[in-house]
């Protein structure tokens, strides 16, 4: 399967309203990342590091683990507290439990810190903890806490909007902004050199997924119902499912049009998806229908169709674009199978659902943009302060 080459996004140039922007110092004080680690975390944290470097601004991480944009922070405790009050925003990555840098929101820390803008981005809810086995004690805590310290927050940046109401109403913060992920569309292309690993003719539909198996909320039943259902009508052939990641240990229970291969790092990723042509989404109901899914994002990136489950941003994207007959019940692995039949049969409608896809994300669902939005909205609250 081949793709244009004019579908390519050029490299990104700051324009004219952006270079006159209010260029800030923002401490992102556990915003740790690693090289070679493939999670979603560390690439939404590198993403935003690197695209708010680039338009201008200075990010300010603890010393350590840090992306090569950013600058680091003094080590000793004087010296930090210093660097901080020169802040123009303290932001703060939040998963399902407040961390440290949150106390920073109340007395007597914010009396001690000035006047900085407060920032939480949240990416999911704290019944995430469930996922990961904590009690719901914990859980109980990690709420109280956000809302503890929430009273200081001066902005929640939340990934989706079923997110954003959660914590505008369960957790109790006033200004809350929906800024949803995206992915690089001038990483992800689909005209990069595909992986020689993957077989690729018009015989055969490429069928990806790409995540950490070991997130409890992924719906690797449903991919295993619908594999074996294809495998058992003689259509094995027909649809290939590949899976990249980690933490899979059920390959015993797979039918044979199922492979894996294990991990990769994130900047090998671009040169697997080139040989894909369908990018699957599969969730179960509950926390995830607060996230924003990268793998959503990269695979559309990437010129694929996607073919999802029904999950609220899933499902608010796949509007935008007018397909949501690629959105399928997360207990029915019959729908899942069928759809991927009509799509194996029906290539030309394979390209036009990707190339929309790839066209949204170079104009909306992109990490400039996401940074972008949330540098306005701090720069918004400075305003209103003067």
Known sequence: MGYAHNFCHPPYVQT???????KMRLAYPNGLYWENDTSGGNRHIGQFISNAVALGHEVWTWPGDQHPASRRLPVTKIGRLMAI???NAIYVRIENSPPGPSRWAIAPYRQLIGSPVIVWEFNVVPEFGRILGRSEADIERAIHGFRHYGRGCDLAICVSHALAEYVRDNLGIKRVLTVPNGSDPDLFRPDVP??????RNTDQLNVVWIGSADLEWHNFDLLREAA???WDRGLG????FHIIGEGFRLMRDMSPNVNYYGSEDYSALPRWLAAMDVGLCLYRPGPADYSSPLKLFDYMASGLAVVGTFQPQLSEVFDQLGQCDLLVPPN????LAD???RLAWNRDFVRSQGNAGRQIVIDLYNWRRAVRDTFHEIESILEQRR
């Open 339 to 341: 759809v991927l039949l």
């Open 85 to 87: 009050r020169r802040m």
């Open 16 to 22: 004219e309203s952006e270079c006159q922007g209010k």
């Open 194 to 199: 595909p992986v020689r690993r993957v077989q």
């Open 228 to 230: 074996q259902l294809l």
């Open 332 to 335: 029915d692995p019959e729908a």
């Open 237 to 240: 052939r027909c649809v290939a």
